[in-house]
């Protein structure tokens, strides 16, 4: 049987497609620090990774980011106009908390530090974004981040996202990142590395303006 290629071009991701880029993301996550942190234990990572991903892609990204897709990676972004719209309600709060079990505190306690370290300035967020490890170095991640940091730069906005797992940061460093901070979240979890990006080029408007 003929191999179907993969096909790294981005696409609208919609709620339909909450089951394939959980496990997705799953996969994708299954080594980052934080992640580890978060679902220490081996045998059930993957399951437990799913239920999150699929919980935050259906329940707060669909409807307030920017999502899209390729046939083995993900993301979600965030517009700077929607970052108040972009968080958890009470309902899905509790959902995390159960897919999280003992460690939810953990997670609130990371999630409240990182607040304190978020910029204030009008900025689009890169809230997450992931391979299938069995896609990696098939430029599928690379795509999805062009796609999304061209929409950001028309909008003549900066970015900025987190990191925990520093052999990702020389691969956001390719693209104009630059680390702000390095913050030790409580709890004596990981390193989180914020980064920012300015845009490279000023929207349509602004230029016609002058």
Not at 111 to 123: D, I, M, Q, S, T
Request: charged content about 25%.
């Amino acid at each position: 049987m003929a191999r179907v290629p993969i096909t790294n071009m981005p696409k609208t991701a919609a709620i339909d497609d909450a089951q394939p880029i959980s496990w997705i993301l799953a996969r994708a996550f299954d080594d980052d620090p934080m992640m580890r942190w978060f679902f220490p234990e081996d045998t059930s990572r993957e399951a437990a990774l799913g239920r999150y991903f699929a919980t935050i892609f259906v329940r707060q990204y669909v409807h307030h980011g920017v999502c899209e897709r390729t046939d083995a990676a993900a993301a979600f972004w965030v517009p700077a106009e929607a970052q108040a719209k972009a968080v958890p309600d009470a309902e899905t709060i509790q959902e995390l908390q159960n897919i999280l079990g003992d460690r939810a505190r953990l997670f609130g306690a990371a999630v409240e530090k990182a607040a304190e370290h978020a910029p204030r300035e009008p900025h689009w967020s890169l809230a997450v974004i992931g391979a299938d490890p069995v896609a990696r170095g098939q430029g599928q991640g690379a795509a999805l981040l062009r796609s999304g940091l061209a929409k950001a730069d028309a909008a003549g906005a900066p970015v900025h996202l987190e990191s925990s797992k520093p052999s990702n940061l020389p691969f956001y460093e390719h693209f104009g990142f630059a680390v702000r901070e390095e913050v030790r979240l409580p709890g004596e979890g990981p390193v989180l590395w914020t980064m920012w990006r300015e845009p490279r080029h000023r929207p349509a408007e602004a230029r016609r303006g002058e």
